[in-house]
């Protein structure tokens, strides 16, 4: 598939009521929008493939669900240090910060993900930071010998440390590493509690949103995982 082709296919795809509350949006980095929710967009992105080329194509584009197809459909084993740092300072519009780093897209599928996370996660750049704990939300649900107790411990301490100093958008994140850090076992799901019991409900509204602050206590103490962890 072009890229031609692609615009195509998000015209035929696009949402008015998404376009209005794209319109609405202060944080758009002047990108226009098709108005298309992740959940199609997904769609979309297991139809064309996976392309590399394109996804660069796309990733060069001003249009936000072009962008996001970009992410969902580049090859992740081709993913470079380069190609990520350039990425990061090219995420002029907020919304794509999640998409970049967490929401299953391919930088957090990549060989380069775990270190990329520990490098971001102490990095002066607040984007960089945020990105880091979307990637380690995503590294939290996978099987590896290396993501250890120990370092998801670490990333607690460090939520704990900063989250009070921190950005509305860093401190989601935070919020989103620290329920996937609580749901991989017993031990991990005290402690990462622990911490969401005392941080509260994080409120991450800006531009006059009326979102519910995100209660990561809920998503740890759900029958579900408690059934799952053993705890019931």
Known sequence: ?????????????KNQRGIDNWNRLKDT???????????????????IGKNRELAQELWASDNYDAKVLGLLIDD????????????????????????FSSCDATLAKSPIAFELAQKWLTSQDPVRRGCSY???YELSKKKSKIYTDEFFMSVIDNIKTHFE??????????GGTLMGIGKR??????????????LGPIDFNEDGGKCDPFDVV????????KEKLGLS
């Open 1 to 13: 598939m072009k890229q031609k082709q692609v615009f195509e296919l998000l015209e035929q795809n």
């Open 29 to 47: 980095g002047g990108l226009t929008s098709f108005g298309i929710g992740l959940t199609v967009q997904r769609k979309l992105a297991k139809q």
């Open 76 to 99: 992740p084993k081709q993913v470079t240090f380069e190609q990520a740092e350039q990425q990061v300072e090219q995420l002029n519009a907020g919304m794509l910060r999640h998409v």
């Open 134 to 136: 979307g990637l380690i």
């Open 165 to 174: 100093n921190e950005p509305k958008k860093v401190k989601l994140a935070m």
């Open 185 to 198: 076992n017993v031990t991990l799901n005290q402690a990462a509690l622990s911490l969401a019991q005392e």
């Open 218 to 225: 809920k998503h740890l103490t759900s029958d579900y995982l």
